[in-house]
């Protein structure tokens, strides 16, 4: 991709990485693939700020080249250390020596560690501000959002912030901006995105959004790291990190389960129905054959959680482990859960799924519900009641 022009004299530099499906390891799925925003600031002083994964490295040079020399770079504002955005600062270093790197302490140290490059570093605070000209840069310690180095930078004549991993999304466009896309999907990525990175910093984020309020700064656009630009209505993703960022829920049930010979299936069907008839919106995931960070996402805007599996070695399932495990490091907010499951000559599953739950700071609503090998009639009507009964506590909520 070549560059784009966000305004006058700053650039789009970055990379489409169309074919990547996991990231952090395989941690989280990426279906639509990425992008790697780096910008070039063109003024008296040439600014990059962040740079892009160490194999699109080439890119990011030959786009630099499109619009000049990459040796007459003065400045490198790295705004988080992670290597999808710093891994090419060797590589633009070895072409502009004399350039000095901007960063946040904690992004110093994590630089230093990651690269061992004897650069010239220049730490910055919230507020302090770098004269490039015409232009005037100011910085915003973020940390924990998502890493302890992260900050922003603003492009104060142009009001443009360029927050890194926030207000992201992992999708590869053909386009650059907001009103170019699928706002539909973009809007879908940013919440998986959310909901499976910046979910546990939640409090940090309302923190983070009311200080820059209070800076009193506008903000015409917004471009961060991953994903297409937000030019055409920026307050659109702010306005949605605010509700997530509260746990703010809607009248929705996420069911996540799996089963051995179809009992604790049929129980999860009979909750579905409970939770509709209830006037509740559900979902229902087979853990097995569903990507855990698309349910993950589900449950961002979910009041209620409901997880079952059958008894093995007087345990649940074993596909069940990965997605509970990421719901206790994420601890969804304002949630509330149910556990159910089937079992044959003896039980477990039920108590290890609630104990998770509860790891996870979801709230249990009722106590589990569990079947002796294969659910009769009676059971799968208490399924249902227990569904209604969730749906009526759901929208009283």
């Known amino acids: 991709m070549p560059p784009v022009e966000l305004v006058k004299g700053i650039y789009w530099v970055g990379a489409v990485d169309w074919n990547i499906r996991y990231f ?72 502009a ?77 053909s386009a650059r901006f907001d009103d170019q896309v699928d706002i539909n999907q973009v809007m879908d990525e940013a919440a998986k995105y959310y909901a499976n990175i910046l979910l546990p910093f939640s409090d940090l984020v309302l923190r983070k959004l009311d200080q820059v309020q209070q800076m009193g700064i506008p903000i015409k656009m917004i471009a961060p790291s991953h994903g297409i630009i937000w030019r055409e209505d920026p307050t659109r993703i702010v306005q949605a990190y605010t509700r997530w960022a509260r746990g703010e829920a809607r009248a929705k049930a996420v069911i996540a389960y799996d089963t051995m010979w179809e009992s604790t299936e049929k129980m999860a069907k009979a909750l579905l129905d409970g939770l509709v008839a209830g006037g509740v919106e559900a979902l229902l995931f087979r853990l097995s054959v569903s990507d855990r960070n698309d349910i993950i996402k589900e449950l961002l805007d979910a009041r209620a959680l409901i997880v079952g599996s059958p008894t093995i070695n007087k345990d649940m399932l074993p596909v069940l482990a990965p997605f509970l495990d990421d719901l206790k490091g994420l601890k969804p907010k304002n949630k509330i859960g149910l556990a159910f499951g089937s079992y044959g000559w003896g039980g477990g599953a039920l108590k290890t799924i609630e104990e998770r739950l509860q790891e996870a700071k979801i709230e249990l609503a009722a106590p589990g519900l569990t079947v002796k090998w294969v659910p009769t009639g009676d059971d799968l009507d208490r399924c249902r009641q227990a569904g209604e009964e969730m749906a009526a506590r759901i929208r009283n909520a």
């Open 24 to 95: 952090h390891g395989p941690a989280y799925s990426t279906h639509r693939g990425t992008t790697y925003n780096a910008y070039l600031i063109v003024d008296e002083k040439i600014t990059l700020v962040d740079t892009v994964y160490r194999p699109f490295a080439a890119e990011l040079v030959e786009n630099i080249r499109a619009l000049m020399d990459p040796a007459k770079i003065d400045y490198v504002i790295i705004n988080h250390v992670e290597t999808d955005h710093s891994g090419s600062l060797p590589v633009i270093m070895e072409l």
């Open 97 to 173: 020596p004399q350039a000095k790197v901007f960063c946040s302490q904690k992004g110093m140290e994590g630089l230093k560690s990651h690269y061992f490059g004897d650069w010239d570093y220049q730490v910055v605070k919230t507020g302090d501000t770098l004269k490039l000209g015409n232009r005037t840069l100011t910085f915003i310690e973020a940390p924990m959002l998502h890493w302890p180095d992260s900050m922003f930078t603003y492009v104060q004549e142009d009001a443009i912030l360029m927050p890194n991993d926030a207000f992201g999304q992992h999708i590869a466009t």
